[in-house]
């Protein structure tokens, strides 16, 4: 597995991770810090679909990085999970002249930056963990349960049995 593959698929596993401990957590959209959560979890869902379009090359209907209407923790759980395997297939399939060919992407501001689809990837990937640990955060703040999702506990989760 490629470094750029290796990052979308432990960032698909974390979130997997970040997702279990919050249905682990009784009436959590009654919990302090749920609101927040919440929203944090649909501007990373936003950005990760903004970018899916401009990785397909379509417009993504966008005007802001976060929803009109927030969702509730399931229906974001569904979404990351799609979002998450789409972003995994498509990286592995995406041949070397493909990740690195550049492309105009207009952000929601109006800014409009060239970027590879590599660029735009790992974007997604960094983005995504940098709000997960303010996720992680709250969830700490507010004695939720939280799982350990680093790099290491990805490894030991695909290494091989012995």
């Known amino acids: 597995m ?14 997997r991770q970040l997702f279990a401990a919050l249905r682990d957590v009784d009436s959590f959209e ?11 979890l649909d501007h990373i869902h936003v950005v990760n679909r903004i970018f899916q ?4 090359g379509v417009s993504h209907g966008y ?3 976060q929803s009109a209407v927030l969702p509730a923790l399931d229906e974001l759980d569904r979404g990351f999970e799609t979002i998450d395997r789409w972003y995994v297939d498509t990286t592995a ?4 002249e493909e990740l690195a060919r550049p492309r105009d992407v ?11 689809a590599a660029t735009m990837i790992l974007h997604v990937v960094t983005h995504t963990i940098h709000h997960r640990g303010n996720v992680d955060a ?8 939280r799982r350990r999702d680093g790099f290491p506990e990805f490894l030991v989760s695909r290494a091989p049995a012995m």
Not at 93 to 96: A, I
Not at 106 to 116: A, E, S
Request: charged fraction near 5%; proline fraction near 9%; include cysteine.
């Open 30 to 40: 009654s919990q302090a810090g749920a609101g927040l959560i919440l929203r944090v």
């Open 63 to 65: 005007e802001s990085t």
């Open 93 to 96: 399939s995406l041949p070397p």
């Open 106 to 116: 207009r952000f929601t501001d109006g800014n409009v930056v060239p970027m590879t």
């Open 2 to 15: 490629q470094p750029l593959q290796t990052l979308v698929a432990h960032a698909a596993w974390a979130n």
């Open 138 to 145: 709250i969830m700490y703040q507010c004695g939720m349960p």
């Open 53 to 56: 379009a401009h990785l397909q």
